[in-house]
């Protein structure tokens, strides 16, 4: 199993620009997770999916974050325009529906992507 | 809402010594897990040890061991024997169910074993 795959891991963009970071989770896993990840607000829940559905989109920052789900081995989110407190490390994660046992719980994570917006 | 608190910003310990980490959490739920994650300097999460709201008996993995007093709210990550290559930051986190499947992080500690 190839894990959670991350593209790009690491990106150097301008104010303004956009930004599209894309993650393919393992396969079979209906849960998906974005995470970011700064030293001042440490690991933040962006947006979560199960079945390829947005379930809690609460911790997307405004309205220039999005993020979709087109099937179940492909995710994106999107930043337009991209801003310089955006600076941070993206993290995509999967999981199995809890159940019993650390394997139907556990998320696995990407590598994450690296994001710099000068 | 579900909380995670660390409280222990970054420790020292000689290599090793067996270390705690604390790990305080707050829920409604009535089941949830409770996790532990590694991150190196080279920054990917790794996934350590997982315990069940549930479980009765202490979750071991190696020489990880998580300390889980329910009725304190407690899951404390236990290294025996620790490593030079245990440096990293420890992220306690806790996964609820049922529409709350997310996963809730501390804000980490960071350990250093000194040789």
Same mark, same amino acid.
């Given at each position: 199993d190839a894990g959670v795959i991350q593209s790009p891991r690491h990106e150097v963009t301008e104010m303004g620009q956009e930004v599209t970071l894309r993650c393919k989770p393992i396969s079979g896993h209906d849960y998906l997770f974005?995470?970011?990840?700064?030293?001042?607000r440490g690991l933040e829940l962006l947006i979560y999916f199960n079945n390829n559905v947005p379930i809690d989109d609460s911790g997307m920052p405004e309205?220039?974050?999005?993020?979709?789900?087109?099937?179940?081995?492909?995710s994106t989110l999107k930043i337009q325009p991209s801003e310089p407190r955006d600076s941070a490390v993206y993290f995509c994660a999967s999981s199995s529906a809890p159940g019993h046992g650390s394997g139907a719980n556990v998320l696995t994570f990407g590598a994450g992507s690296r994001l710099t917006v000068l | 809402a579900?909380?995670? /608190?660390? /409280?222990?910003?970054? %420790?020292?310990?000689?290599?090793?010594?067996?270390?705690t980490l604390d790990c305080t959490y707050d829920t409604s739920d009535q089941s949830y897990g409770l996790f532990w994650y590694k991150q190196p300097s080279s920054g990917e999460m790794i996934f350590l040890i997982y315990q069940g709201s549930y479980d009765e008996q202490n979750a071991t993995e190696g020489r990880y061991s998580l300390n889980f007093?329910?009725?304190?709210?407690?899951?404390?990550?236990?290294?025996?024997?620790?490593?030079?290559?245990?440096?990293? %930051?420890y992220f306690c986190a806790m996964r609820g169910r049922f529409g709350n499947e997310k996963l809730t992080f501390g804000t980490g500690t960071r350990l250093t074993i000194i040789p």
């Amino acid at each position: 199993d190839a894990g959670v795959i991350q593209s790009p891991r690491h990106e150097v963009t301008e104010m303004g620009q956009e930004v599209t970071l894309r993650c393919k989770p393992i396969s079979g896993h209906d849960y998906l997770f974005w995470y970011r990840q700064t030293m001042m607000r440490g690991l933040e829940l962006l947006i979560y999916f199960n079945n390829n559905v947005p379930i809690d989109d609460s911790g997307m920052p405004e309205d220039r974050f999005s993020a979709k789900m087109p099937n179940a081995s492909f995710s994106t989110l999107k930043i337009q325009p991209s801003e310089p407190r955006d600076s941070a490390v993206y993290f995509c994660a999967s999981s199995s529906a809890p159940g019993h046992g650390s394997g139907a719980n556990v998320l696995t994570f990407g590598a994450g992507s690296r994001l710099t917006v000068l | 809402a579900q909380k995670i /608190t660390q /409280t222990q910003p970054g %420790m020292f310990v000689q290599e090793k010594e067996a270390v705690t980490l604390d790990c305080t959490y707050d829920t409604s739920d009535q089941s949830y897990g409770l996790f532990w994650y590694k991150q190196p300097s080279s920054g990917e999460m790794i996934f350590l040890i997982y315990q069940g709201s549930y479980d009765e008996q202490n979750a071991t993995e190696g020489r990880y061991s998580l300390n889980f007093q329910k009725a304190r709210k407690s899951a404390n990550l236990v290294i025996s024997a620790s490593q030079l290559g245990d440096s990293a %930051m420890y992220f306690c986190a806790m996964r609820g169910r049922f529409g709350n499947e997310k996963l809730t992080f501390g804000t980490g500690t960071r350990l250093t074993i000194i040789p």
